[in-house]
């Protein structure tokens, strides 16, 4: 079909991690794979002959109109689950009634020859029963916007070596570099000018929105390339015809095992006819529409995804076979489930819980609750005007007080942070003894959550009070040996802390979303009681806020700096500096979407001082391994008193 110089078409892209597990009864493991089958591959101008089992998850779609003539082939679609195809919106709607066509549809999977009396023998051909396409949709008043559909089928698609199908990404963006190339698949017109009646295949060059509104607009083109459009040609004549639209441009990648997948990122909307060029819609753009109307469509008979704030399944398996947790997944699937990283669980420290998609299509046993972890409530207004400000207990909720018996009496050792409601990750240097001991005896040390002020004799009516039961140093410590590496401890409380609105752990993230190691500079906070700009001792929890340089930033700072593989640094540019007295953690703030809530990240713990203005930090990720083991030993020490 043509409007007004503009040829449309779609390759429907879509991400596919979030929403649905392909959880086959066949062999067949996974989306988006490739069976080689014969290796006839004649080659035409601009395009190749594909073979039926190089793109399994493409089919044909055919309108009728009119029951005394037969369909007519229009567009093409992607498999994106066993009863849903993926097309473009153009390809299901009357301009002139302005909604979904009221004609009938069927789609045939499996299919290489176009023609609707050739049958091919592997297709499977179904009607279309439901269609949907966004609210926002109106054609050629709208410059082909929102040009995404989903159809439902009458029945299920049965998945094997040549129909299988292509994978989404959910969960993040799969990155196309500009210029790179991608590929498409469709029947349609070749530069014959004819409709080809064999599967074609070929590879056009990616341009970024930013980069096809710079490059290829005409006057009369460049109004269709709207906002959640990408574009994709060769000038050399290959691109996109009438007959390709609704088919997935695609890109390969690697997957955890590495077997190598592909993924549908864009969907073929319109092309200039004075160029080479197409538009293509953007899945990345519709994602929230494509995630809800997916889910709108899954069938009886599957376990939904666990759609929660605080929890997620993970290393989900069907019959030995890994699955997406992200999909419905078939009664009998197997998962893990644990705390999303802006929560934790309660004691003891469930690192996993053991559940299982059940025959009534719900996921049990799940866990009794995860806590918050990493909140900032501020119950004051009160901020006075200094450089290293005064901070109510409440801001910092993670931040505890670390105290040490002596000759003298209890006095005020270090700051730690609750990284889980029975335990505190701390400096090594604050509790390591030089001998063969190692550590200090455990009994000498005590713990202080919601603490304001520092001296051990003034007690909150919110403060707890614990005994450290043990203390946990990284083995490779030592302060005259190893120049601070492995600058790390947990002390393990005696009871549970209770936690609430100001008593919290700080978050970890575990999966590393933040990538501050990645940025050359990240501003973060640090509490503590350290020496304030007076050149004094604190008596109440003052905070600064701190700029995190990477290592090979760091080190270039000064020839006096040399630091260990698990260090970054930081510096504070105001000149308020850091002491012993704050020697504690470093969180960076990140506003989470899915809980609306900014959320406070511990990432490392304030070492030593490498330079005037420098200190270095022990990364606490670089120790991810090391601190879980703990926590395991944690947990099974617990099962072993009970």
Excluded at 52 to 64: E, G, L, M
Excluded at 194 to 208: A, G, H, I, P
Excluded at 371 to 376: F, N
Excluded at 466 to 487: C, G, L, P, W
């Amino acid at each position: 079909m043509v409007w007004r110089s503009i040829v449309v078409r779609s390759l429907l892209a879509f991400y596919y991690g979030h929403i649905f597990a392909f959880c086959s009864l066949t062999d067949i493991q996974g989306c988006g794979l490739r069976y080689r089958t014969d290796s006839h591959r004649p080659t035409i101008s601009h395009g190749h002959v594909s073979r039926p089992s190089d793109f399994p998850w493409h089919v044909a779609i055919y309108k009728q109109t009119n029951s005394t003539e037969p369909p007519e082939y229009i567009c093409g679609g992607s498999i994106i689950y066993h009863k849903l195809i993926l097309s473009a919106a153009h390809c299901v709607y009357d301009e002139d009634t302005k909604g979904i066509s009221n004609a009938t549809f069927t789609v045939i999977t499996g299919k290489f020859n176009r023609s609707w009396e050739y049958h091919d023998s592997i297709e499977q051909r179904f009607k279309v029963v439901k269609i949907k396409i966004p609210e926002a949709y109106k054609g050629f008043i709208q410059r082909y916007s929102d040009d995404i559909a989903v159809l439902s089928l009458n029945e299920t698609i049965k998945f094997s070596s040549v129909v299988l199908p292509i994978c989404i990404s959910w969960d993040s963006e799969i990155e196309v570099k500009d210029l790179s190339d991608v590929t498409v698949v469709g029947w349609g017109f070749t530069e014959d000018g004819t409709l080809s009646n064999e599967l074609l295949t070929t590879q056009l060059k990616y341009f970024n929105f930013t980069t096809c509104s710079n490059r290829f607009m005409n006057a009369g083109f460049s109004q269709y390339v709207t906002d959640d459009k990408f574009c994709a040609g060769l000038e050399n004549g290959t691109s996109v015809e009438q007959g390709d639209s609704g088919g997935g441009l695609i890109i390969p990648k690697n997957s955890i095992n590495n077997d190598l997948r592909y993924y549908i990122v864009g969907i073929v909307s319109t092309k200039d006819l004075g160029t080479n060029i197409a538009t293509f819609t953007n899945i990345n753009k519709l994602r929230p529409w494509l995630n809800q109307t997916v889910l709108s469509f899954i069938e009886e008979g599957y376990c939904p995804p666990l759609i929660s704030n605080s929890v997620e399944l993970t290393q989900c398996n069907f019959n030995g076979t890994e699955v997406d947790c992200k999909k419905p997944t078939m009664p009998g699937t197997k998962a893990k489930l644990q705390c999303k990283n802006s929560f934790h669980g309660e004691f003891p420290y469930p690192l996993y819980t053991d559940t299982e998609c059940q025959k009534n299509l719900t996921w049990s046993p799940l866990m009794d609750s995860c806590l918050e972890c990493g909140r900032r409530y501020k119950f004051n207004n009160y901020e006075p005007l200094i450089t290293y400000k005064e901070r109510k207990v409440s801001e910092f909720p993670w931040h505890v007080g670390i105290y040490k018996k002596n000759e003298e009496g209890i006095k005020f050792a270090c700051g730690g942070t609750i990284i889980h409601p029975k335990v505190i990750l701390i400096a090594a240097v604050c509790a390591y003894l030089h001998g063969p001991e190692r550590t200090s005896n455990p009994k000498d040390f005590f713990v202080v959550a919601g603490k304001y002020e520092r001296k051990w004799t003034i007690k909150a009516n919110f403060e707890q009070r614990f005994q450290v039961s043990s203390i946990m140093v990284h083995r490779i410590y030592a302060t005259d040996r190893t120049k601070n590496e492995a600058d790390i401890a947990m002390l393990v409380l005696n009871d549970t802390i209770k936690t609430s609105s100001y008593i919290m752990p700080a978050c970890i993230d575990w999966s590393n979303k933040q990538k501050l190691l990645d940025k050359p500079y990240v501003a973060g906070l640090i509490a503590g009681w350290g020496i304030t700009e007076d050149g004094v001792i604190s008596n109440v929890l003052r905070s600064t806020e701190v700029l995190m340089i990477n290592r090979t930033r760091c080190s270039l700072r000064s020839l006096e700096i040399v630091l260990t593989p698990d260090k970054w640094c930081i510096i504070s540019e105001d000149g308020s500096g850091v002491s012993l007295g704050d020697v504690g953690g470093i969180v960076f703030p990140k506003f989470e979407e899915d809980i609306g809530k900014l959320t406070y990240y511990l990432s490392g713990i304030l070492s030593n001082s490498v330079s005037k203005d420098t200190n270095s930090v022990t990364d606490v990720l670089y120790y991810e391994n090391w601190i879980k083991q703990i926590f395991m030993y944690i947990l099974n020490s617990v099962k072993r008193t009970k």
